[in-house]
């Protein structure tokens, strides 16, 4: 599957290398043109439930080589892969050894809904005009014209693809010859978006090192990498001491886990015994929406070592 999907990518690298090669062959018009950010690739996997891809090509048409073809779960693997907003939907199947793939994206500016898209180009350049994209095996279009009609599609508000049923006809770099097709998915259902909660102790260490050593807990409602991180202030007499910490705590759903850090000063200035004032914090990235997940911010006055009233 890795090496599928890196033949993928660089099929699509390939293709926007012939678009800058088109670019500069332009002269001056083309140079004077405005640049272009990379356009977004869905990059959010999502798995499926229940899916079905059937496809048929004329003769000439290089992708399918006029050959027919018919997938279904549970019999091939599905999945779905999007983008972080509801503008794009690409279903992989797996044969065998190889992976299909075809790609829909609404204009720059637009939510993928129900409804014909004429005048397709290719996905994911497709800009200001609806974008296709249908290859595999190996083989793939460096332009593409076409058409997609969107039958029903169903996404929640964080942007899950709850189900896609679309066909498509393509025409590879200007050829008459088409590939046709029809594809269905139903994913499962949408995970929770990420929550997070964090305590913060209101007693810690000092080292040996002079650094501020930290703990509290973490839980969160999914597995994730949380970034747990810490500003120490301490006042020694007319001096004031500040410095910082961040650990990677590995959250499991459902489970209070331990979190503990060391906040070293800034300046090779040393914390000691007595009283700090601390801010703490938690986030995480939400694979699940490409989103970033903050727990609310702890501001505890930690008793570092030894203090007085």
Request: glycine letters at 12%; hydrophobic letters at 40%.
């Amino acid at each position: 599957m890795a090496r599928t999907m890196l033949r993928h990518a660089l099929s699509r690298a390939v293709a926007a290398a012939a678009l800058l090669v088109g670019l500069a062959a332009g002269g001056a018009a083309a140079a004077a043109a405005p640049a272009r950010d990379m356009p977004e690739l869905p990059g959010i996997q999502q798995p499926v439930s229940e899916g079905s891809f059937t496809f048929v090509g004329d003769p000439t048409d290089p992708i399918t080589q006029g050959r027919s073809k018919s997938f279904a779960t549970p019999g091939q693997t599905f999945l779905i892969y999007r983008g972080t907003g509801r503008t794009m939907a690409e279903i992989r199947v797996r044969d065998g050894d190889t992976w299909w793939y075809a790609a829909f994206g609404a204009p720059a500016g637009r939510e993928l809904t129900a409804g014909t898209y004429s005048g397709a180009t290719l996905f994911p350049f497709h800009d200001t005009t609806p974008g296709l994209d249908f290859s595999g095996d190996g083989r793939y279009c460096n332009a593409v014209t076409g058409s997609f009609t969107v039958h029903s599609v169903h996404w929640t508000a964080e942007g899950w693809l709850d189900s896609l049923d679309a066909g498509f006809e393509q025409h590879c770099e200007g050829r008459a010859a088409a590939a046709r097709g029809h594809v269905r998915v139903q994913a499962p259902p949408a995970p929770p978006v990420l929550a997070l909660t964090l305590s913060a102790a209101r007693v810690g260490l000092v080292t040996p090192q002079g650094e501020a050593l930290l703990h509290g807990t973490l839980r969160c409602n999914k597995t994730a990498a949380v970034n747990v991180y810490a500003y120490v202030t301490q006042q020694q007499g007319a001096k004031q001491v500040t410095g910082w910490m961040r650990e990677v705590v590995d959250c499991t759903a459902g489970a209070s886990v331990a979190w503990q850090g060391r906040a070293s000063a800034y300046d090779f200035a040393r914390y000691t015994d007595g009283w700090a004032d601390t801010s703490v914090g938690a986030s995480a990235l939400d694979r699940d929406y490409e989103k970033t997940a903050q727990a609310p911010a702890k501001s505890p006055r930690v008793c570092l070592g030894r203090c007085g009233s």
